[in-house]
């Protein structure tokens, strides 16, 4: 029982540490800001402000582009500051000396972030580039948020002065290539629901501290990822290259990895010992994707640290064989006809599973969507112990 608990509470522990865990049922909020403890929590004002007419706006710090549209809300400015150095279109709350909010302001260029800023929030409006003037003076950065922006262009020399920065979030814009130059500090990158089609060469090389990676919902497929781009990520633990265009597993993966997600792709072959390097996955989805049996090697998931394994929406034939501590298995929508207890059990149903913490420990079974009825074979029942809900 007790080693149940614990692997239950290591399960806990991941729900806890945010992750990508949860995406597919509740979708990220772009306005969340990066969750830590040191999360700075500005107070909203009191009473409303009525949105200041266009003509008060201070010069941006950037030149605008010349053909920037005009049909944009005009931009919303913050509330008078005590700092000379705050932006007008930002607020600057005397209690977090080093946050800027300058998120759902309208803003089209990022202004000039003061020097004692670590904590940046740009995030819903229109900024359609990142240039280095604004950061010249901002070396202390540690988190910078810019999703559900227009962004197409980040400059290289951008984070040339940011040599802290931990968190950097461009999810939801309109990049074409993850960013080059990106600092070696970096922690979590996010770049989810962009354009990105090419991850270039080095692109990653040297980020050792990354451990989130984020590029859900892109156009990258097989050839723009390039062979050795993940290599150097020696820290990654989350990997999320889900709904894209991939046809094979991506090569050169890390060791380090706890989470690989990679549904809606195409992907119809897995190599044998694709999984053999991983000494710590644990969370595996691959739904939606066109595995059949042939493209599915008997033992390929058969991974000690694997605890949740996502097989929906595929062609499967047949329950590929798993590892005894495997918690949850999601196999429905396949094409499954038949449930043989004894094939699929982890043990051979003579071994003594009287003892309940040596049994199997699949809890969650979905096999709803297959060619399946009930009964639940005896067989299965007597194999895993611990199965409190299986689907048909
Ligand atoms: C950067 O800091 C220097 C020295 O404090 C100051 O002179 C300069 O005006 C600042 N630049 C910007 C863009 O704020
Ligand atoms: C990576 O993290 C370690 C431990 O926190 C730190 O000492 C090191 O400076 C970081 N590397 C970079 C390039 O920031
Ligand atoms: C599955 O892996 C375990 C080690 O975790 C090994 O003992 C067992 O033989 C493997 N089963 C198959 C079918 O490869
Ligand atoms: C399940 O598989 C075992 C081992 O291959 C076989 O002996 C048994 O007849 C099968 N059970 C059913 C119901 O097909």
Known sequence: ???????????????????????????????????????PAVPKPAVPRPAVPRPAVPKPAVPAEPQEPTDFPPVILGPPSMYPDCPRECL???????????????????????????????????ISEVTAEPFVNATEVRWINLANN????????????????????????????????????????????????????????????LTLLDLYHNQLSDSGLGKNSFKDLKSLMQLNLAHNTLKKMPDGVPGSLIQLFLDRNRIDD???????????LAFVRLNYN??????????????????????AHNQLASIPLFNGHLEHLHLNHNSIESINGTLICPYSLQADLSDYTLAPRLRYLRLDGNHLSPPIPLDVIMCFRHLHSIVI
Request: aromatic content about 8%; charged content about 20%.
């Open 1 to 39: 029982m007790k080693a149940g608990v614990g692997l239950f509470s290591a399960l806990a522990l991941f729900l806890l540490m945010g992750a990508v865990f949860t995406q597919r049922v509740r979708p990220k909020k772009p306005t969340r800001r990066p969750a830590t403890t040191r999360k």
């Open 290 to 311: 066109q595995l059949s049996d042939k493209g599915v090697p008997k033992a390929v998931f058969n991974i000690s640290s694997l605890l949740d394994l996502q097989l």
């Open 150 to 209: 227009r962004i197409h262009r980040i400059d290289k020399q951008v984070f040339e002065k940011i040599p802290s920065l931990l968190y950097l979030y461009v999810h939801r814009n309109q990049l074409k290539e993850v960013p080059s130059g990106l600092p070696a500090s970096l922690e979590q990158l996010r770049l989810s629901k962009n354009r990105i089609s090419k991850i270039p060469a080095g692109a990653f090389n040297k980020m050792g501290n």
């Open 92 to 126: 600057c709350s005397p209690s977090y000396p080093n946050s800027l909010n300058c998120e759902n302001r309208n803003i089209r260029a990022i202004p000039v972030v003061p020097s004692r800023t670590h904590y940046l929030y740009l995030q819903n409006n229109y």
């Open 270 to 280: 897995i190599p044998k010992d694709y999984f053999k390097d991983f000494a710590h």
